[in-house]
């Protein structure tokens, strides 16, 4: 007998079931949970807290698990946005009649089953299930180790906030935290209709090589900002210091700063915020002699080629100087990992050739990477970001969670 199998399996019987609960229940049933969370936060905190005593704090996965009631609160007001939201489902994305008769309509249905694989992060405990829930789809939620006890009393109250409702547990399934039940999920075709990693870029190398179910790739981002010729600086100190520092354990946070030969002359203040929350700078050999001694000097290293096309998650940057901003694309597009890429730039020539040339699932102009977010692009939250193309690119919320099916009404039409 194998009890994570029966359990994926009384998760696809729910899945199935779910037509028959309302869009109002399924809000009453988020609006339940947002509730049960603030009345729970010092039980949530001190299950964080046997966590956050396991791993040093100087771990970058120590942001990322930590909870605190600031952030819990965050994410009951995020239920609140998730449940306000328009269901996606039963929507007409397409309604025509034919020539001989027949009556065509493409309706967004559910996806089914969908495994989420997550490093270190509680709350995308909460962040999966909402929107899963929302859209239709059953879930199954493979969390760390490093944070079992966090994930584990968060799904015994989304459970609470299930039967609070008269609903079913079986629509979420939290499996054990051990790294050998994954196979379990990624082998499991014909139950979970799609698994979605988000971590690290060994979690989803691991997922991708061992998976036979299809899989939407989410989460490692090696970003990159432009600082262009015609680069406002007042505008650039700002963007810098927020992409990078304001929390640099995600994965919108800036990597590596690319600027023109021509700027040099300003990266000393470019950079200089970064010296508050000591930031490490790997500096190619130019922009190296650019800021010598106007950096503290046990903050300023000579880049490595491994220290470009790194996603570092911690207090860690690595500055690159480039001719023109043809090169700066050139550069960015061999070390992307088509998460989020920004130019800072004044010269509307320089923005349209970054634009249409930088391949990525975010690309921004004049503005921080910090807002690739679902949340922040209206969604309410988001179960991770696509950094693929097929199905879903970018932050995925409610939408990216649904298919679609042809409907199609005739009177005895026969083809011919």
């Known amino acids: 007998m194998n009890i994570i199998i029966d359990s994926i399996k009384q998760v696809k019987t729910a899945s199935r079931a ?11 049933v988020l609006r339940t949970l947002s509730k049960e969370l603030t009345l729970n936060i010092d039980s949530i905190l001190q299950e964080n807290a046997k966590d956050l005593s396991e791993m040093p704090k100087e771990d970058p996965r120590y942001d990322r698990l930590e909870l605190t009631k600031a952030r819990i609160d965050g994410i009951a007001k995020d239920l609140l946005k998730v449940a306000d939201l328009p269901s996606p489902l039963g929507r007409i994305l397409v309604d025509r009649t034919m020539p001989n008769g027949l009556h065509l309509q493409k309706i967004s249905v559910p996806l089914g089953v969908i495994g989420v694989i997550y490093e270190s992060r509680p709350n995308v405990t909460i962040d999966v299930f909402s929107l899963c829930f929302k859209s239709g789809n059953g879930c199954i939620l493979k969390g760390g180790k490093e944070a079992y006890h966090s994930n584990t009393i968060l799904i015994k109250i989304i459970k609470n906030a299930l039967a609070l409702n008269s609903l079913t ?17 990624l082998n499991a075709v014909g139950l979970v209709d799609v698994c979605i990693p988000r ?11 061992n998976a036979k179910i299809p899989v939407i790739e989410t989460g490692a981002g090696i970003v990159h900002t432009y600082f262009d010729l015609s680069g406002d600086l007042i505008k650039g100190v700002a963007i810098i210091e927020n992409a990078k520092t304001r929390r640099v354990s995600v994965c919108n946070a800036l990597d590596t700063l690319v600027i023109h030969e021509l700027r040099l002359k300003d990266l000393p203040q470019l950079v200089k915020p970064l010296a508050n929350n000591n ?67 004044e010269d509307q020539a320089a923005i349209d050739y970054f634009l249409e040339n930088v391949d990525a699932a975010a690309v921004y102009v004049n503005a921080s990477t910090a807002f ?26 409610l939408e990216e969670l649904t298919s679609y099916k042809w409907i199609i009404h005739g009177d005895g039409h026969i083809r011919n």
């Open 199 to 209: 971590g690290s870029q060994s979690l989803i190398n691991f997922v991708r090589e």
């Open 372 to 397: 690739t977010d679902g949340g922040e692009f209206g969604m309410g939250a988001e179960i991770g970001v696509s950094t693929q193309k097929l199905h879903a690119r970018g932050p995925m919320g």
């Open 169 to 185: 547990e079986n629509i979420v399934y939290l499996m054990p935290s051990e790294r050998d039940a994954v196979y379990d999920l």
């Open 279 to 345: 930031v490490e700078i790997f500096a190619d050999e130019t922009s190296y002699n650019a800021i010598t001694g106007q950096y503290p000097a046990n903050l300023l290293k000579k880049a490595k080629p491994q220290n470009f096309g790194t996603e570092f998650l911690s207090y860690k940057m690595s500055v690159k100087t480039v001719k023109n901003y043809e090169e700066a694309v050139t550069h960015i597009m061999n070390h992307t990992s088509e998460h989020s890429e920004a130019i800072i730039a």
């Open 18 to 28: 779910q037509s028959y609960i309302s869009h109002e229940l399924r809000n009453e």
